[in-house]
C-alpha cells in the first residue's frame, strides 16, 4: 500500500477526515453495545465481519483495497466484563457512476440478511452527492457504506468476541 499526500490525490483529507470520525464513532460503541443472545469468540466475531465485507464489495462492484493489512484487533471488554478484541477492516474502491443504486443494491443486500440499516443521501460542500447506508446490528457492532462518482468506502468495527489481542496481533 502506497501513501500519497493530499495534494497528490484530491479528496484524501476528507476520506482521512471521515476515516477518523467513523473510527473515534466505533471505539465508543464496540465496548458499550452488547449483542443479543451469546457472545462469540473473537474468532467468530472477525469471521462474521470479513464475511459481510466481502458481500459488500460483490453487491457495490468495483475493485476495492483495505485501508490495513488485514483486519486490525483491538482489544474490548464484552458485555459480562470478559476481556475481549474487535476488529476493524476498512476499504475503499474509485467512485461509480450510479452512487445511488450502489447505496441501494448495499442496503438491499443486508436487509435480505436481516440487518436493520439506515440510509441517507447529503449534498457536500463539492457539490457531489454522498449516498451512505449503515448498521448496527448482530452481526457486527457498526457498518457504513459511502459512496459517491469518486469515491466508495466502507468502514466496519466487529463486534466484540471473547479472546486476547495478543493472540490477533501480527509481530
Known sequence: ????????????????TAALTLTMMFTVTSCTRA???????ASHASDQMQSLVKDTMKVAGGRWTST??????????TPSGEEGVTFSWDQIADGVED??????RVDGAWR????ATNTQSVKRADGKILHRVGSQD???????????TSRMTIAVQSL???GNVDDFTQR
Open 1 to 16: 500500500m502506497s501513501i500519497t499526500s493530499s495534494q497528490e490525490r484530491p479528496g484524501a483529507h476528507r476520506f482521512a
Open 112 to 115: 435480505d440478511k436481516g440487518l
Open 68 to 77: 490495513s493489512d488485514g483486519p486490525s484487533p483491538d482489544s474490548c471488554s
Open 99 to 104: 452512487p445511488k443504486a450502489a447505496m441501494e
Open 138 to 148: 448482530k452481526v457486527v457492532d457498526a457498518i457504513q457504506f459511502s459512496a459517491t
Open 160 to 162: 466484540c468476541g471473547t
Open 35 to 41: 449483542p443479543t443472545g451469546q457472545i462469540a469468540t
